[in-house]
């Protein structure tokens, strides 16, 4: 009895371990050079949006529905531009342009044809629970409240180490709150996104730190995207409904995150009026809400015509019902480019007019 | 370690009255055995709470967490569906009806089910009301249904073309934000979380006329990932998981166990093997991330495997269990005791018969427990998967191991991060579909094992 157990095991483990040797390699031989599925990678941002357009692509024509991967923007534009090959992704979604350095990348390993496809805008908003009242801040306020060093309060040119503790410790007419506010870190595109805008835009309200931009570049940023580390500013992981959930939590507290969590969260959440500015969606669809920031796409030119679909879905993509004012794309949350840049767009991206970067 | 800190002083307030009667009275023995067996008494009644103590905080620990999980899930397995009465006619379709059988059926299938889908609405809705609706108003009407609406129409004509023409009933899926306004307790009427006043009056007024029913979401297991919620199902994340468990199984288990017996009753005990011993402990401790990168650049760049394939996730997981199940494995081995491999041996069997014939079966109910921790850490695993591409939005159900597919826990990370309330509920209830995934391997591991431990 014991003995026919063990030569059955015996031979189940060796033709398991026959049968994955040959499966591996049989694999291996399958690869073919043809796909037909559109592949995109990139933003975790713009995900949300690609993958609307992708699932009614799937079921409004004959092409299969294409796979779209969330790797962040930076990782996406390393698979892309990894080279001309089959395997690799036909799109890549950026939360932001594409870099100078990311575009050399592309060029050196012979990625040179790339089309641009501007989507729409997202709004970055400061919100707070509307159990407490909405804050009206500026943005040189929020730079005051978040760098991690500030001009000394005295008026003369010089950093100290953020001092400030409370909202109304840098204007009294902000209420005397601890600051408190959550948000991304560092590796995400909201981030750069929110440091860039915000921050930077407030920093440069100093005329003596806007001059040092141009004797050193490296300074500049380094004053004006550094956020400060004393558990003012709290890194809440990439999650924003996690923000979101704590801020219901904490009255007291701020979060930052991107429009479409407030835009889905009314209910509990209010927007900080921002340089007089109230974060609506048209009031970032009209550019007077000072933080949106574009989002984009880009298409690998090589491979139009290689796997099928990829024109009809830009089109898909570019469409009046997609990316247009009242598109399925907005009730997503995305703020629409306006009619005569949405036709510019459509126009360059359906002729896949190369990208050029010149800075 | 609670009970070594107890112990300490309990102990030291013990010796001292003990060395203290002794100087100085001199009792009988019975009097100190007395005095010590209720003192250790004690001791045991102290010990006993607090291991019970113990059990029962992370009992209620389990009941919160599965109680909490289970009442946000509960929204997701209901969903609320609409009767429209649907006007087939063939100019909204745009199609010929005088045409062949052929060519109609050819064009039934792109043909302009939107166009229908509207125009049944608003005339559903203008002729209750008798006034003509304003294009906001229609915008907002048009809003309450399901975008996968069309397509149910689409299939339902599809199924029975003879109902072109004419004016039937059709169940459709309500929106998500009107499906959550639904299950949320407001008053008839009363405008909602993104759902206006004039929109709550339309639902009201379909209530009264008995066309919203409740029912339970099959979709749910049927259908695959979705960016409406309420049309999103795990099926895809599903069949993703057990695919790639699937090819983490068949290769781990298999050279996990052969690496151990080596290791344990073969391999010589020089430096090598205590080298390689060493590397299988801290390849345990490495982050998993590292095998996910480990993943891109040698099987998927070098060998070509495709991205995002349960194949290479299941390599990758492997990677990763394959310490666990060594480790757990060469422990189950070395604890068969040696009487039994001498006594083999004595009898004339050759080492390989003595491994297969009695270790081994004498280790296996250890060694599958080991392979079980492996491929539960292996279960929940997302981080590597981001590398080789399987942390994406997936519609098709994958069928064979080089299919492109998700996996459950990443499906739970994606859901998680949509900015969709309703995809709350579908979080929740993905996570309970883990569980309990996690418990159906886990009770058969345990009937396997109980199963060995007979033989």
Known sequence: MNKMINSTLTKTIISLSLGTVALMSSVANAQGNSRDTITAVGSSTVYPFSTVV??????????????????????????FCASNAIDTPDLSNASRRMKKSEFDMCAKNGVTSITEVLVGYDGIVVANSNASEAMKVSRKELFLALAKEVPAKDGSEKLVTNPYKLWSDINPALPANKIEVLGPPPTSGTRDAFAELVLEGGCKKF?????????????????????????????????????????????????????SFLDQNSDTLQGSIIDGQEPTFEAIADGSYPVSRPLYFYVKNAHVGKV???????????????????????????????????????????????????? | MTNSIDNSPASSRNNSPMSHTEASTASSTTEKVALSLKKRHQKEKRFKSIGLFAVLFGFMLVVILIGDITSKALPAFHQHWVKLDVNYQSDWLSVDDSSTQQVLAK?????????????????????????????????????????????????ALIAAPNQLNKQV???VR??????????????????????????????????????????????????????????????????GTLLTMFVT?????????????????????????????????????????????????????????????PLVGGIVLTLMTLPTIIIASRAAIKAVPPSLREAALGLGASKMQVTFSHVLPQAMPGIITGAIIGIAQALGETAPLLMIGMVAFIVDVPTSIVDSSTVLPVQIFLWADSPERAFLAKTSAAILVLLTLLLVINVTATVLRSKFEKK
């Open chain 2, 169 to 171: 009933t059709v169940w």
């Open chain 2, 249 to 309: 199984l068949l290769l781990s288990f298999p050279l996990g166990v052969a690496g151990a017996l080596y290791l344990e009753e073969f391999a010589p005990k020089n430096r090598i093997t205590d080298l390689i011993e060493i590397n299988i402990n801290n390849l345990a401790a490495v982050p998993s991330i590292v095998f996910g990168l480990l993943g891109l650049a040698v099987i998927i760049n070098l060998f070509g495997l495709p991205r995002s394939a």
């Open chain 1, 54 to 79: 992708a699932e009614r692509f799937g079921k409004n024509t004959e092409f299969k529905t294409p796979k779209i991967e969330s790797t962040g923007t930076g990782g996406g534009m390393k698979l």
């Open chain 2, 107 to 155: 064009q039934l299938k792109s043909a302009n089910y939107r166009k229908v889908l509207k125009n049944s609405v608003y005339q559903m809705f203008s002729t209750s009301t008798g006034k003509k609706l304003s294009r906001k108003e229609k915008r907002q009407l048009f809003k309450l249904f399901s975008t996968n609406a069309e397509f149910t129409i689409k299939d």
């Open chain 1, 308 to 359: 099928p679909g990829i024109l009809e879905f830009l089109t898909e993509y570019t469409s009046e019902a997609a990316m247009g004012e009242e598109g399925y794309l907005t009730d997503k949350g995305l703020i629409p480019l306006g009619e005569e840049k949405l036709v510019n767009v459509r126009k360059n991206v359906l002729s896949l007019t190369p990208l050029a970067l010149n800075k």
């Open chain 1, 207 to 259: 005329p003596w730190i806007k001059a040092i931009k141009k004797q050193n570049k490296a300074k500049y940023k380094a004053i004006c995207h550094s956020v400060r580390e004393d558990h003012a500013y709290i890194e809440a992981g990439e999650n924003d409904n996690l923000i979101v959930q704590k801020l219901t939590a904490n009255p007291k507290a701020f979060g930052i995150f991107g429009f």
């Open chain 2, 174 to 239: 309500l929106d998500d934000d009107v499906d959550s306004y639904l299950k949320e307790d407001f008053a008839v009427g009363e405008a909602g979380l993104r759902i206006t006043k004039q929109q709550a009056m339309w639902l009201a007024q379909l209530a009264t006329e008995a066309r919203i029913e409740s029912r339970f979401n099959v979709s749910f297991f049927t259908a695959s990932d979705s960016r409406e919620p309420e049309l999103a199902g795990i099926k895809g994340a599903l069949m």
